[in-house]
T-cell receptor
């Protein structure tokens, strides 16, 4: 088990609504990355936060946004939910930027959009 | 096009046999990582191999990297039922540490 926690575990939302997912990073880690994983697929990089600033973004629209707090925990916000947003959302923390350091993943939040 | 692609997509072997999975990529990398995921849960980091390394070991795991062929392999020796999982390669791109790209994974099933 890593020291990365995510909440909630499961979530059901209606199309058009907004959602906030939370992630607590492992002690000593200053970077949090967020991923979307559809069923049967690999994780897709959404973005990463390094020392409270976004540093790198995947191919996701602006309605996906985030925050990182001084204690390095993080939030992922998704506005105007669409059916295709249904997926497992994973966060991972690391000692540095995602492209250079191993990632420690949380258990994920399963989001269902109806 | 996919930066990292694992091969095969699925693999079933008998317990005790060795399992080999391959990963090919298109763009030059800083490093390549292998992760394991059990039943849609969080991923577990296995090995990180840097572009100037050719082979790394960790317990029953052996990873090789051939940058000239843009490919990597993960070997699991003496497989166990607990090795049943999906295995993903992830690439950190050359001069780009602001993202990491995962492949679609190999689903490994160890038969008793």
């Amino acid at each position: 088990e890593t020291g990365v926690t995510q909440s909630p575990t499961h979530l059901i939302k209606t199309r058009g609504q907004q959602v906030t997912l939370r992630c607590s990073s492992q002690s000593g880690h200053n970077t949090v990355s967020w991923y979307q994983q559809a069923l049967g697929q690999g994780p897709q990089f959404i973005f990463q936060y390094y020392r409270e600033e976004e540093n790198g973004r995947g191919n996701f629209p602006p309605r996906f946004s985030g925050l990182q707090f001084p204690n390095y925990s993080s939030e992922l916000n998704v506005n105007a939910l669409e059916l295709d947003d249904s997926a497992l959302y994973l966060c991972a923390s690391s000692l540095g930027l995602a492209g250079s350091y191993e990632q420690y993943f949380g258990p994920g939040t399963r989001l269902t959009v109806t | 096009s996919q930066q990292g692609e694992e091969d095969p997509q699925a693999l079933s072997i008998q317990e005790g046999e060795n399992a080999t999975m391959n990963c090919s990529y298109k763009t030059s990398i800083n490093n390549l990582q292998w992760y394991r995921q059990n039943s849609g849960r969080g991923l577990v980091h296995l090995i990180l191999i840097r572009s100037n390394e050719r082979e790394k070991h960790s317990g029953r795991l052996r990873v090789t990297l051939d940058t000239s062929k843009k490919s990597s392999s993960l070997l699991i020796t003496a497989s166990r039922a607990a090795d049943t999982a999906s295995y993903f390669c992830a690439t950190g791109l050359m001069n780009r540490d602001d993202k990491i790209i995962f492949g679609k994974g190999t689903r490994l099933h160890i038969l008793p």
